[in-house]
């Protein structure tokens, strides 16, 4: 056995040297500059509100010119780290196909899933009495997107602030519709997919803040293969703002057929996109 773990180690060491040189693996890097579809722009940014560091990936439309008078919506992707590399080429393939206008998509990232570093249960949740002790800053968040990331990526792109996007599954679904009922107007539309609606269930149908825009949009979506709860949450929640007078947007519940948990947000985000912008794809569509 002592020779054997000899041999093993032997070999290891000749594998990762040479000439007495050892070989250095190749660092991770941001760039995507061989992915046409995610090419853009890549930085980190340090939110004295959340009081930690986000990594903010953005793609940027195909023919996007710094110097155009031209301006795109922003779709801001919460949990970039595993949605944006999906819906960015979504986007793409989406305006190809069903005309959906260009847009930057503006993927907000933790780096890791590792709980040490990701905390996206703090920063998607809010305070309420049923609280995680420590999970409840949504708040916070809600800031560091208001004060510190949209200022940076409208200042910095050719971005349309009349039409930004918010897009969140479960957790994250539950911000979406929590900051629409603390800032309606900070965004023009949402996206909630299979959300949650605890901490704070009775929050979450109670009145929304003050608002003036008129044109506001808000997509609830929950897939038939998610559990009943979440289910039930889309349907109740959808259903009581659909009719509500005092609800400051349009509300479209979306309820799709074999629809998971996670895996079919690609499908969600193409339905909620299309009915978001159906008017500017009926005239791009026009002869």
Known sequence: MKIFLT???????????????????????????HLPALQGDYFKIKSTYVGREFHINVRLPEGYQATDAKTYPVVYVLDGDSLFPLLAPTHLFLHYDEKL???????????????????RNTD????????VLGEDGAPRFLDFLKKELIPKIENQFLANAAKRVLVGQSRAGYFVLWSALEDPDLFWGRIASNPALTPGRARFFEAAARHTKKDLKLVIA??????????????????????????PWAVKPIRLEG??????????YRRAMLWLFEAEIATGKAP
């Open 7 to 33: 041999l093993v180690f032997g070999l290891c060491i000749s594998a990762c040297t040479f000439n007495n040189q050892t070989i250095t693996l190749p660092q991770a890097t941001q760039a995507y500059d």
């Open 101 to 119: 206008p260009e847009a930057i998509l503006v993927g907000i990232s933790y780096g890791s899933f590792d709980p040490v570093i990701n905390k």
């Open 124 to 131: 998607f949740s809010a305070p309420a009495a049923d609280s």
């Open 222 to 247: 929950s897939g038939t293969r998610d559990t009943e709860q979440r289910q039930r949450n889309a349907t109740e929640w959808g259903t009581t703002w659909s009719s509500r007078v005092d609800a």
């Open 259 to 268: 629809g998971t948990h996670a895996a079919t947000i690609g499908e969600i």
